[in-house]
């Protein structure tokens, strides 16, 4: 797969999306966001790419364009369709004051998702997993949880590491306590100013990693905070984000490919 701008210029490297439904978690219908590339070698790997917490939004597609356009046919699925639709930003604010999409509906519709993906008539048999923010704890859980992902993604995921008193009905187990069941390579990126999770939270968690040699690599960046790839905030920062990008694509190529 290819690595940021490495493209030759007489390549037909465009793009198709569509919303799509399928089936999901707990036998639902549910919508989910597809991006593939139009032409080029196939079979090509696949990607469910978890929405963050600021919902099923414009960003979410656009990350999942970025990732098509590399070559990989990108699904992402609508996390928060049972609280409804309606506009991203309104969707968002009713899921959090109903506490929030339950760690195991996500973990069915990403399941799902990924069955989806193998099912294309083009896929190569890997599929790996990718989210920002609560996204990317997301992605940690279902790794966790789902057997047979090839590569898992965390960008700057919150929540990883929770205290018996944080648990809810809807998160009720600490995704750390999962980490014996990654049986996945894994790759973390996160900003050293971030307060969600900390960088002591993220030294804490890459000692379990340790711990249980699990094939993991975190990258972190020192002037970055929570949320650096968001291009649409004030907290973007081009250089790290750019170099994160590079670091994606470099773990997914060497993951997912035939």
């Known amino acids: 797969m290819a ?11 465009g793009i198709t999306t569509e919303v799509i439904t399928y089936p999901a978690g ?39 364009d970025r990732l098509a356009r ?4 990108v699904i992402s699925p609508n996390i928060y369709e049972r609280f409804g639709h309606g506009a991203p930003d309104d969707i968002a604010a009713k899921a959090r004051a109903e506490g929030g999409v339950s760690d195991d509906s996500v973990v069915g519709d990403c399941a799902a998702a990924r069955e989806w993906l193998l099912a294309q008539p083009d896929s190569n048999g890997k599929v790996g997993i990718i989210g920002p ?7 940690l859980l279902v790794a966790s949880r789902v ?10 995921g919150g929540g990883v590491i929770a205290k018996a008193e944080e648990l809810t009905p809807s998160r009720p187990v600490s995704v750390l306590d999962y980490t014996a069941d990654l049986n996945t390579p894994l790759l973390g990126i996160f900003g050293n100013d971030d307060q969600y999770p900390t960088p002591d939270l993220v030294n804490q968690h890459e000692a379990e990693l340790k711990r249980l040699g699990k094939d993991y690599e ?7 905070s929570h949320g650096f790839f968001y291009y649409h905030t004030p907290m973007y920062r081009p250089e790290a984000a750019m170099d994160g990008w590079e670091k994606v694509f470099d ?3 060497r993951n997912l490919s035939d």
């Open 70 to 73: 590399h070559g990989y046919t």
């Open 133 to 139: 923010c609560s996204g990317g704890r997301h992605a």
């Open 218 to 224: 975190f990258h972190r960046y020192d002037g970055a």
């Open 3 to 13: 690595a940021w701008n490495s493209f030759s210029t007489d390549t037909n490297n």
């Open 251 to 253: 773990f997914f190529g």
């Open 147 to 156: 057997p047979g992902f090839n590569a898992a993604v965390d960008l700057w």
């Open 26 to 64: 707990n036998g639902d219908e549910i919508h989910a966001y597809v991006a593939r590339p139009t032409a080029g070698e196939g079979p090509r790997p696949g990607i469910v790419a978890v929405p963050h917490m600021p919902g099923w939004d414009e960003f979410t597609r656009e990350f999942a």
